[in-house]
């Protein structure tokens, strides 16, 4: 295809931010061979892959600059994360033991596990990490790909002006994962304080588009759902403020976020909320205080777990939602439902973990081929896209217009055996083409309506391209 490609969730500083804390925290070095540069590439080796493999560890970069390059990945949305403490302060402890694991599961150095074990501002951390970026934007860098640079996006018309040069450019549009960072004191969190830093971080030259409000964690904010599972779920603590609402104090931060009085409205990502959470921020924007207000409603990078809703959990569609992850921390139909009659958008993270249910995974094929590999591993995304337009088809929606990528990667996550880093996506957009023109030949005109059937082509045109990009035109603005 000639179109490049949107991600709406990514890490690109994730790792080499981390790795500057043991140089000087926060500097984005000039050398992109440097682990602490944004450029910093560092492709996936065969034991790299037989770790992630076995362990679901990446030990590789996924979204630096210099993959973005040679995936063709023009326009990201960047997202601004300073690591929670409760990571770094569990069952396995604080010490030499707890650093090793940690820095091992996140490649972001001793010095910076060592840095968030202690750390109480975290608005000071994001500060920093927006200027790691600020730093290195405009500065050309060359890669097997040609010289290319990134910039960072003000509104839609940075985008715009970038896709249409002939400069090769990467466009960073950001967004920030977890309300946590608002806080200068974690353990005496002041709502004054908390109001401040919003009115701050919109007074950036480059504010984000939208926030993720919760993330891993009480936040003081809003309800979290459970998120981290097997040995780590174990091992961390989440009880505190899980599957609650919003607080006082958050539901004042959520007003100043959506307010259009302090500065450019910022929108809501519900990913990571309690269920209960998101019921409470549907209802407040489609029938509550901010009714009739166009404001989209926000998955950045989810996944279905195909149930009705968090009232009635049970499985409608049976081909597809029976495959899923059955957790809160997926989301049910009617929330779905209510993204597309918003106008919002939902971008599927590629994480194995989150997508599929484990029976799933264990019963589907494998292969030493890397095409057939391929195939098998794009069929879980695809019963995501399937159930998705399948839900919609049922409440007379036109299904293909919500629907983008917002992959995760380098945001410590599992990804697809055969699509390990922002490099593969052109073959995932191959073999997803693929799914969709078997669905379309075979059980599509049984299932949904004529206005929903259209070509193969255009479904992946839209998914990986124009429906995100449409999504920023109206609403990035």
């Known amino acids: 295809m000639s179109y490049s490609y949107i991600d709406l969730h990514c890490h690109p500083s994730l790792k080499p931010y981390g790795k500057s804390f043991s140089i000087e925290p926060g500097l984005n070095s000039h050398n992109r061979r440097d682990k602490h540069s944004i450029w910093f590439y560092d492709s996936p080796n065969f034991f790299e892959k037989v770790i992630q493999l076995l ?8 979204a630096d600059c210099t993959t973005l390059a040679h995936g063709n990945v023009r326009v990201v949305c960047a997202s601004l994360y300073p690591i929670e403490r409760g990571f770094f302060r569990n069952d396995f402890g604080t010490g030499l033991i707890s650093d090793l694991a940690a820095s091992f599961a996140t490649s972001v150095g001793d010095a910076r596990v060592d840095f968030i074990q202690n750390i109480k501002n975290y608005f000071e951390d994001l500060e920093r990490e927006y200027n790691y970026y600020v730093q290195g934007a405009g500065r050309t860098a060359t890669t097997d790909s040609g010289k290319f640079k990134y910039v960072l996006a003000k509104d839609f018309s ?125 209802q407040l924007v489609t029938t509550g205080e901010f009714a009739g207000q166009e404001i989209p409603i926000i998955i950045s990078h989810g996944a279905s777990n ?35 009659k918003s106008k919002g958008i939902i971008g599927l993270q590629l994480d194995e973990r989150r997508i599929a249910d484990k029976e799933t995974i264990k019963r589907l094929k494998n292969s030493a081929w890397i095409g057939k590999l391929r195939h098998y591993r794009a069929s879980l995304v ?52 693929r799914h969709a023109y078997n669905y379309m030949q075979g059980r599509a005109p049984s299932t949904i309506k004529p206005f929903n059937r259209i070509e193969s082509d255009e479904i992946v045109q839209r998914i990986f391209h124009s429906n995100a990009m449409g999504f920023m035109r109206r609403y990035f603005k």
Request: with cysteine.
């Open 158 to 282: 940075t985008i715009e002006q970038h896709l249409e040069s002939e400069e090769k450019t990467i466009i960073i549009v950001f967004s920030i994962e977890g309300l946590h960072v608002l806080h200068n004191d974690w353990d005496n969190p002041d709502e004054n304080i908390a109001l401040a830093n919003v009115r701050k971080i919109k007074a950036w030259e480059h504010a984000p588009f939208f926030v993720t409000f919760a993330h891993h964690f009480n936040n003081h904010l809003c309800g979290h759902a459970k998120s981290l599972f097997d040995l780590v779920g174990k091992k961390t603590d989440q009880s505190h403020n899980i599957n609650t609402s919003f607080s006082e104090m958050g539901k004042k931060v959520l007003r100043e976020l959506l307010s259009k009085q302090n500065g450019r409205r910022i929108y809501i990502d519900m990913k990571h909320m309690s269920a209960l959470a998101r019921r409470d921020y549907i």
């Open 306 to 340: 195909g149930m009705r809703s968090m009232d009635e959990k049970v499985v409608d569609i049976m081909e597809t939602g029976n495959t899923f992850m059955k957790e809160d921390i997926n989301f049910y139909d009617d929330e779905i439902i209510a993204v597309a």
């Open 382 to 433: 695809w019963n995501q896209i399937q159930h998705i337009v399948e839900l919609l088809d049922k409440n007379n929606l036109f299904a293909w217009d919500c629907i983008a990528i917002g992959s995760d990667y380098d945001g410590i996550i599992d990804p697809l055996n055969g699509y390990l880093t922002h490099e593969t996506i052109v073959h995932l957009e191959e073999y997803i083409e």
């Open 55 to 62: 362990c679901g560890v990446c030990k590789f970069t996924q």
